[in-house]
C-alpha cells in the first residue's frame, strides 16, 4: 500500500501561481509513476500530469503545458506540481495518485486539495 497526503492548496487571483506537494509513504518502492489529477464541481476528474519516478519522462494534459510543471524528489519521495499563470478555469479539487510497476491505472490517490483561482 502507499499513502499519499496533498498540500499547497489554496485561493489565488487570475494570473497568480501555486505550488502543490504530493508526500509518498508506505511501499514506494513499487512506485512506477505519479500523477496529478483535478475535479471541478459538476465535472468528471481529469487527468493533469504526471510523472515517471525513474528517469522522469513527464506528460502534461493540453489545457495545462506551458504553464503546469511536474517533478519528482525520489530521495524524500514527493512530487510537486508548479501551476503558473492560473486562470479560474483550474479551480479545481486537485489530487495526487500513484501507479505501480505493471499496473495500467492509478490504484493510490490521496485526499485532494482545493485550489480556487478568483478573477
Known amino acids: 500500500q502507499v499513502q499519499l497526503g496533498e498540500s499547497g492548496g489554496g485561493l489565488v487571483q487570475a494570473g497568480g501561481s501555486l505550488r502543490l506537494s504530493c508526500a509518498a509513504s508506505?511501499?514506494?518502492?513499487?512506485?512506477?509513476?505519479m500523477g496529478w489529477f483535478r475535479q471541478a464541481p459538476g465535472k468528471e476528474r481529469e487527468f493533469v500530469a504526471a510523472?515517471?519516478?525513474?528517469?522522469?519522462?513527464?506528460s502534461y494534459a493540453d489545457s495545462v503545458k506551458g504553464r503546469f510543471t511536474i517533478s519528482r524528489d525520489n530521495a524524500n519521495n514527493t512530487v510537486q506540481l508548479q501551476m503558473n499563470g492560473l486562470s479560474p478555469e483550474d479551480t479545481a479539487v486537485y489530487y495526487c495518485?500513484?501507479?505501480?510497476?505493471?499496473?495500467?491505472?492509478?490504484?493510490?490517490w490521496g485526499q485532494g486539495t482545493q485550489v480556487t483561482v478568483s478573477s
Open positions: 495518485a500513484a501507479r505501480d510497476f505493471g499496473a495500467n491505472k492509478y490504484d493510490y
Open positions: 510523472i515517471v519516478m525513474n528517469g522522469g519522462r513527464t
Open positions: 508506505g511501499r514506494t518502492f513499487s512506485t512506477a509513476a
